[in-house]
């Protein structure tokens, strides 16, 4: 069991994770490129103005950095591998406890997930190019968590509820972060022009729904096809 | 034979029982870490080596 769980999300994740790379290299990953061209001249600027008063959350000269090019490239893949491969062991995990009885029922688990991880966060939190003003990190990645965790539970509930009350407290759990809102910062200000932030929360959201639809379908295909002779379920 | 069957199919439905939550539970675990370490991680080198992975998740960057 563990060997199959192992086998479906590590294969999953690689597959999944080529597929990101490719959609962010073509589409993604120029946007940030270009974002950044506004952002470091500024950010230069203010290093003049006050390098002793920066705070330590600035990363910069000490901790090591890809350049820009293959090496970019290349941990942009690693980091993808790792996040794909994570994604598809909790896929891999619950279908432990609830197989797909179709390969295409991964694509509603696909859509779980990217509405666990990607569109419910970015319902309070926009997906950012470089230099956009934000509220502290900390508290942002603290409402991330316990907004997918909570739409993950609200969804859960909704689909596998067998009452109808169930389902009423799975809508009401899946609103309660968006209630309670967001962090955002005291002033919206972005270096980029809005055109490429626009551009980028597009094409962020398609890579993503792309990503996991394919994270969805491959695991519950590899998931399946393990299963042949081993299981009935 | 027929005794060694029924044996087999009732140690095969104990472990999947018990242990299947087990595999589910340390399985999204496993990932959650996963995805907290390329995604999450204040360590300055991570960040920056999963940088376009985090802006392109939508995950709290800078």
């Known amino acids: 069991m563990i060997k199959r769980i192992a086998q479906t999300a590590g294969f999953t994740g690689l597959l999944a994770a080529l597929l990101l790379t490719l959609l962010q290299s073509f589409w993604v990953a120029p946007l940030i490129l270009q974002a950044e061209t506004y952002e470091k001249p500024a950010a230069t600027q203010v290093h003049e103005h006050a390098d002793m008063a920066m705070p330590a959350h600035e990363h910069d000269a000490e901790a090591w950095e890809p350049e820009d090019g293959w090496q970019r490239v290349l941990s942009t893949t690693g980091g993808n591998l790792v996040v794909a491969v994570g994604f598809a062991l909790m896929l891999a995990g619950l279908y432990t406890l609830r197989a797909p009885a179709r390969t295409s029922q991964g694509l509603l688990w696909g859509l779980a997930g990217y509405a666990v991880f990607c569109l419910a966060p970015t319902m309070g939190l926009p997906p950012e190019l470089p230099g956009t003003a934000a509220a502290d990190l900390l508290q942002r990645q603290l409402w991330w968590v316990s907004t997918a965790a909570s739409t993950a539970v609200g969804i859960a509930l909704l689909v596998f509820g067998k009452h109808w009350a169930l389902k009423v407290l799975g809508v009401a759990i899946l609103i309660v972060p968006h209630i309670f809102g967001a962090p955002q910062p005291l002033v919206h200000s972005s270096l980029a022009p809005e055109a490429l932030e626009s551009q980028f929360k597009i094409a962020a959201q398609l890579t993503n729904l792309a990503f996991w639809l394919a994270l969805g379908v491959i695991s519950a295909w590899l998931f399946r096809r393990k299963a042949d002779g081993q299981y009935s379920a | ?62």
């Open chain 2, 1 to 62: 034979m027929s005794i060694s069957t029924s044996r087999t199919q009732s140690a095969a439905s104990t472990t999947t029982q018990s242990q299947r939550i087990v595999a589910a539970v340390g399985a999204a675990v496993l990932g959650a870490l996963l995805v907290y370490f390329a995604g999450f991680s204040h360590i300055d080198a991570v960040h920056n080596a999963a940088h376009d992975t985090r802006h392109s998740s939508a995950f709290p960057c800078h």
